[in-house]
């Protein structure tokens, strides 16, 4: 299993970008994908997921109305749509994936879930 996150760099406030996480090595349908952020001196912590099954999202309410996650299984890829940037979204962003078993239908942005994870891509969002 491998994950590769791209697409971080430098944004003035309410601005937009948009991460990609290109996955390879296992079967991307199968598996739930979730991102997540770490700023400087904070723990890292869970945005948002989608299921397994691709039909099921959930985001965590400081993001929630600005940030979306998607994925292309043609192209291996899950993205991280971030909208209305602010000065608090700076921070390295990950991309991360568990298989979730029977649990298709549900996912969860908890650290402890996910035992693959792409090395960071630095997001900063200037005022």
């Known amino acids: 299993v491998q994950l590769q996150a791209s697409g971080g760099g430098l944004v003035q406030a309410g601005g937009s970008l948009r991460l990609s996480c290109a996955a390879s090595?296992?079967?991307?349908?199968?598996?739930?994908f979730g991102w997540f952020r770490q700023a400087p001196g904070k723990e890292r912590e869970g945005l948002l997921c989608i299921s397994s099954v691709g039909d099921n999202t959930f985001l965590r309410n400081s993001v929630k109305g600005r940030f979306t996650i998607s994925r292309d299984l043609a192209k291996n890829m899950v993205y991280l749509q971030m909208n209305s940037l602010k000065p608090e979204d700076t921070a390295v962003y990950f991309c991360?994936?568990?298989?979730?078993?029977?649990?298709?239908?549900?996912?969860?942005?908890?650290?402890?879930?996910?035992?693959?994870w792409g090395q960071g891509t630095q997001v900063t969002v200037s005022s």
């Open positions: 991360a994936t568990y298989y979730p078993g029977r649990d298709v239908v549900r996912c969860g942005i908890s650290n402890q879930l996910y035992d693959h």
């Open positions: 090595g296992f079967t991307m349908e199968s598996y739930t």
